[in-house]
T-cell receptor, first 112, second 119 residues
Framework: AQSVTQPDIHITVSEGASLELRCNYS??????LFWYVQSPGQGLQLLLKYFSGDTLVQGIKGFEAEFKRSQSSFNLRKPSVHWSDAAEYFCAVGAGYQKVTFGIGTKLQVIP | GAVVSQHPSRVICKSGTSVKIECRSL??????MFWYRQFPKQSLMLMAT?????????EQGVEKDKFLINHASLTLSTLTVTSAHPEDSSFYICSASRYSRGATYNEQFFGPGTRLTVL
């Protein structure tokens, strides 16, 4: 069965600083990988996804993620964080036909 | 495209009552819908998968008699929490996927969630 590990439960960064959120997955075949963002009390918004092709994926709101098969990782990055980026971020892996498994999430706090 | 709505967005009910949550795909036909539950400060846990016109498949540990799922049409799935208790209080999120011919993976599109509070 697939699994997702987000080792950082909580991250604090200063506004304007760069950001990297870590995600490691476990799956026997080629995974479908996702990053979602969730604001308090809200549903999930898809930031980006990787299905195949270029391992560096561009998403919305200036986010990007890089798929590294050798490291089983799909880390999310943003060069300059804005206060509005404060939210919970979930990495997810899709496997089989459609089933998705989520990581525990990383809560991002942005300080002025 | 690929918009999913949920209704209601928030519901408060008394212990012992039943609550129905609707999930609709607004601009596509959803062959499969999923129901997740998210407890505070935790991740989303899949409760069940429902395919239009057939019985839902429940994940291990989810009581099918307590969480009734109906997927009566290609745009609507409902989750009914029967005889709700305070421990059922949670954030319930649905998602829907549409069939794409030849696709090896059908992406899920998520609804905005329903906050259930059982007093």
């Amino acid at each position: 069965a697939q699994s997702v590990t987000q080792p950082d439960i909580h991250i604090t960064v200063s506004e304007g600083a760069s950001l990297e959120l870590r995600c490691n997955y476990s799956y026997g075949a080629t995974p479908y990988l996702f990053w979602y963002v969730q604001s308090p009390g809200q549903g999930l918004q898809l930031l980006l996804k990787y299905f195949s092709g270029d391992t560096l994926v561009q998403g919305i709101k200036g986010f990007e993620a890089e798929f590294k098969r050798s490291q089983s990782s799909f880390n999310l990055r943003k060069p300059s964080v804005h206060w509005s980026d404060a939210a919970e971020y979930f990495c997810a892996v899709g496997a089989g036909y459609q089933k998705v498994t989520f990581g525990i999430g990383t809560k991002l706090q942005v300080i002025p | 495209g690929a918009v999913v709505s949920q209704h209601p967005s928030r519901v408060i009910c008394k212990s012992g009552t039943s609550v129905k949550i609707e999930c609709r795909s607004l601009d596509f036909q959803a062959t499969t819908m999923f129901w997740y539950r998210q407890f505070p400060k935790q991740s989303l846990m899949l409760m069940a998968t429902s395919n239009e016109g057939s019985k839902a498949t429940y994940e291990q540990g989810v009581e099918k008699d307590k969480f009734l799922i109906n997927h009566a049409s290609l745009t609507l799935s409902t989750l009914t929490v029967t005889s709700a208790h305070p421990e059922d209080s949670s954030f319930y999120i649905c998602s829907a996927s549409r069939y794409s011919r030849g696709a090896t993976y059908n992406e899920q599109f998520f609804g905005p969630g329903t906050r259930l509070t059982v007093l």
